[in-house]
């Protein structure tokens, strides 16, 4: 298993820009979630899913949506980036009560 | 959703055991009690969870009070790679982040 995978790595936007962060999971966790970290801070939950089909806010969802077609996918798109939204963004996965499996992170900056 | 109530920050030497507390007095009785830590800007790492019995695994111990309203995690033997941010989560579904317990292991 591959567990969570995010893409990409690294991106640097533009004020406007809109784009897509990727999540991918292989281990048929019914629960998504995304993050962000600012420096120094700590986790925010941005929205979550427990599901196909359903998605949630979290407590930071505004400049942020997200959808969930297939179990395995979990995108999170930013519709007009701010500098705001320099961060580091963490997607997380379970499976009923089992503990959250975390990619590795997006380091995103807006310029 | 059961909250949480953590120490801000906590020393430690290293070699000693680090018992790091947690209070979840809101728990219902079918959430379990999840422990993370963070180091750097790493992505949270899974330590140990428990419901209701205490657990131990090769990282760690989880000791829950028999009224289940807190936790301690305890780190038998910490070395300075266990510094880190310790988050202690008492719910599986819309899991919210606190500022957890800076834990630093002091030589």
């Known amino acids: 298993n591959a567990g969570v995978t995010q893409t990409p790595k690294f991106q640097v936007l533009k004020t406007g820009q809109s784009m897509t962060l990727q999540c991918a999971q292989d281990m048929n966790h019914e629960y998504m979630s995304w993050y962000r970290q600012d420096p120094g801070m700590g986790l925010r939950l941005i929205h979550y899913?427990?599901?196909?089909?359903?998605?949630d806010q979290g407590e930071v969802p505004n400049g942020y949506n997200v959808s969930r077609s297939t179990t395995e996918d979990f995108p999170l798109r930013l519709l007009s980036a701010a500098p705001s939204q320099t961060s580091v963004y963490f997607c997380a996965s379970s499976a009923g009560t089992t503990p959250l499996h975390f990619g590795n992170g997006t380091r995103l900056t807006v310029t | 959703d059961a909250k949480t109530t953590q120490p801000t920050s906590m020393d430690c030497a290293e070699g000693r055991a680090a018992n790091l507390p947690c209070n979840h007095s809101t728990i219902s009785g079918n959430e379990y009690v999840y422990w993370y830590r963070q180091i750097h800007s790493q992505g949270p790492q899974y330590i140990i969870h428990g419901l209701k019995n205490n657990e131990t695994n090769e990282m760690a111990s989880l000791i829950i009070t028999e009224d289940r309203k807190s936790s301690t995690l305890i780190l038998p033997h910490a070395t300075l790679r266990d510094t880190a941010v310790y988050y202690c989560i008492a719910t599986y579904d819309k899991v919210i982040f606190g500022p957890g317990t800076s834990l630093s292991v002091i030589p």
């Open positions: 899913s427990v599901g196909a089909g359903i998605t």
